[in-house]
């Protein structure tokens, strides 16, 4: 299966401002006469063009549109490099002065949140320079121990002043969009009470958890259009850190989290997308209904229609179904195929009490690493287990050698492009070799995608469950 990917336009359209249009004059004393460009972030990084203008022969170029320019971090570019970044906020009529060799050494702006944002850049730069030093001390492994600690002590000094910096910049100017964009950047962790901490075992993590989404909103589309991917980043981390990977668990928290993204049709498009990215491959085992969930509640319920096209939506809904038809707890679709002697083989004929279905291809090289193991556990495992093994290469020749040479001539062994049953990459979760399934007596779907180390450990927990199932 293909990635599902997205026509870039689409995360382009803008929320009206209560200020329609903009005009954004720079002067540059060691440029003239010639083209510039207005760039624009978006998605957590990507960049686009959003305006051309012509710089006089006084270094003086002017932006201006009536059309609404929604906030974010945006910046010039000459000659297909980026000459310096500014924000635009709610003022969307400023100018800036500076010089293209040295942008950020001494501009001058009417605009007050752009003054602050160049002083910002020109403090952090000056912290860096002293605290570089102390970096390359301790990132010396030949330094002794002493000198490193010393070092260390020292960044750590300077490492508080620029927290201490920022808290302080933030709380001067709050409820504007630089605020926004350097609170995002302290991390919640800094913001711990130390005495709390020492006298609470639990109180940093419910700190944590309480206080996660204080420093960005996520119905508010300035962040989407920053230069870093804070949005984004924030939202996968919040769910790698304090959702349960069980399905149900990121389900719920998802509907939550969309309520306050719907706020805004940008940021509420970002956050469904970034999750399909995240769900589309699933992490763990049991995560297909993730993905499934993210088709049905926001593409096949037409929530989505402000934005996603029809292609698209077929695109994700083709992936849940491949999803839904092989995930765990679902009958194992049947498959047929030829063997190395062109015969017939079903998958569901096969009389063991569990069946490892083995999608293989003869030239990749995690499988040639991945078959022996799996051969091993076969070979020593007291389960009563079969492999149906699925070469996912047109050559039978190709497949009778490797199961000759890897001396796998006890399993059930076929050829993929040889089906009496249609595609298997359609009917299972197989995109990418190796991949394995494991099917019950049965014939459910028990576990998917497990490594074939795993696979002993996993029967024997299974049947354990399964055992006090019956006895309770």
């Not at 293909?2 to 440029?31: C, E, H, P, R, W």
């Not at 991390?187 to 944590?208: C, G, H, N, W």
């Not at 790698?240 to 993204?261: G, R, Y």
Request: aromatic fraction near 14%; charged fraction near 25%.
């Amino acid at each position: 299966m293909k990635k599902i990917t997205l026509v870039l336009f689409v995360f382009m359209a803008a929320t009206a401002s209560a200020q329609d249009g903009y005009k954004l004059d720079f002067n540059f004393d060691d440029l003239s006469d010639t083209t510039i460009f207005l760039g624009s972030y978006f998605y957590g990084g990507s960049t686009f063009i959003k305006d051309t203008a012509r710089v006089d022969k006084q270094g003086s170029v002017s932006f201006e549109s009536h059309k609404p320019l929604p906030a974010g971090m945006y910046f010039l570019v000459l000659e297909r490099s980026k000459v310096f970044d500014f924000i635009v906020g709610d003022n969307k009529r400023f100018n800036i002065q500076s010089s293209l060799q040295n942008p950020y050494k001494n501009p001058k702006t009417s605009d007050r949140e752009n003054n602050l944002f160049f002083q910002s850049l020109q403090f952090n730069a000056t912290k860096h320079k002293e605290a570089q030093p102390f970096i390359e001390v301790f990132s010396d492994s030949t330094q002794s121990v002493e000198a490193i600690e010393k070092a260390r002590a020292e960044f750590n000094k300077i490492d508080k002043e620029v927290l201490a910096w920022k808290t302080k910049l933030v709380a001067d100017n709050k409820g504007t969009y630089l605020a926004k964009l350097v609170d995002v950047q302290i991390p919640i962790v800094d913001r711990l009470d130390p005495a709390k901490v020492e006298s609470d075992p639990d109180y940093a993590f419910e700190f944590y958890k309480e206080h996660f989404w204080d420093n960005l909103d996520l119905g508010d589309g300035f962040y989407t259009r920053l230069a870093e991917p804070v949005y984004k980043n924030k939202l996968l981390k919040y769910f790698e850190t304090l959702v349960s990977p069980h399905a149900d668990s990121v389900v719920k928290q998802i509907d939550w989290l969309a309520v306050k993204a719907k706020r805004s049709l940008d940021t509420y498009k970002f956050f469904v997308w970034t999750l399909v990215l995240e769900y589309q491959e699933p992490k763990y085992m049991g995560q297909d209904a993730v993905f499934i969930h993210l088709n049905d509640a926001f593409f096949a319920s037409g929530e989505m229609d402000f934005w996603a096209n029809a292609q698209l939506k077929k695109n994700v809904n083709d992936r849940a179904q491949q999803l839904k038809k092989s995930m765990i707890g679902a009958p194992a679709p049947e498959l047929k195929m030829q063997d190395e002697n062109l015969e017939a083989q079903s998958l569901l004929a096969i009389p063991n009490q569990y069946t490892v279905v083995y999608f293989y291809d003869p030239d990749c090289g995690h499988c040639k690493t991945e078959t022996p193991i799996l051969k091993k556990f076969m070979d020593t495992s007291t389960f009563d287990v079969q492999v149906y093994a699925v070469s996912a290469d047109t050559s039978m020749q190709k497949m009778r050698d490797y199961i000759q040479e890897m001396g796998l001539e006890q399993w059930v062994t076929v050829n993929g492009p040889r089906t009496y049953v249609g595609n298997y990459q359609q009917i299972y979760d197989a995109t990418r070799t190796p991949t394995i399934y494991v099917l019950n007596e049965k014939k459910k779907i028990i576990a998917k995608k497990l490594d074939a180390d795993q696979l002993e450990d996993f029967l024997m927990k299974y049947e354990a469950i399964e055992s006090k199932k019956t006895t309770d």
